[in-house]
């Protein structure tokens, strides 16, 4: 059985059935820093996060090392459920505000600060990102492939039944 499911039969799949492969949650990519309530350099690290430099970016991830901070990126797609794990946050509140907008946000508990950075978003009905769901396609493709084969095999061994007189159709 050829079951070569190559990247362009998936990215054409998808482009073709975008609409079946919609959001029934909210994810993005971020990121969040948790670092002391004290820090004497809060602000600098603030600023360097938001910036768009390379060098500047560089210097936020080298200070957030030398310092221990915890840092955690989400550069693949995670379930904001997940994301607000990572936060001091509490269940009975709604914290959809820290999804809009390009801005760096702020929390804070007892004894840290938390930066967050939110890089993309799909909410609940948009149609999902191809890497979400490639696992999904190919498996779709695998089992249509799967069954052609199968219904070929099935049409074969009906037809040469057929012409060797093994079945008879009534009429």
Not at 43 to 65: E, I, T, Y
Not at 67 to 85: G, I
Not at 91 to 108: F, H, P, T, V, W
Request: neutral net charge; hydrophobic residues 35%.
């Amino acid at each position: 059985m050829d079951t070569l499911i190559t990247e362009s039969m998936v990215k054409e799949y998808f482009a073709a059935h975008r609409s079946d492969f919609v959001m029934d949650r909210t994810v993005l990519k971020g990121r969040i820093v948790r670092l002391p309530d004290n820090y004497r350099q809060s602000v600098k690290l603030f600023n360097l996060m938001g910036s768009k430099s390379a060098d500047k970016q560089q210097d936020f991830l080298d200070l957030c090392k030398k310092n221990n901070f915890d840092l955690h990126t989400f550069e693949t797609w995670v379930d904001f459920s997940e994301f607000l794990s990572y936060l001091p946050v509490r269940r009975d509140k709604n914290y959809d505000y820290i999804l809009s907008g390009g801005e760096i946000r702020q929390m804070a508990d007892a004894d840290s600060k938390y930066f967050i950075e939110i890089y993309e978003v799909l909410k609940v009905g948009e149609c999902a990102p191809l890497e979400r769901v490639e696992d999904m396609v190919r498996r779709i493709l695998y089992n249509r492939r799967r069954g052609e084969i199968v219904n070929s095999y099935n049409d074969s061994l009906y037809n040469a039944a057929t012409v060797e007189g093994l079945i008879r159709i009534k009429q």
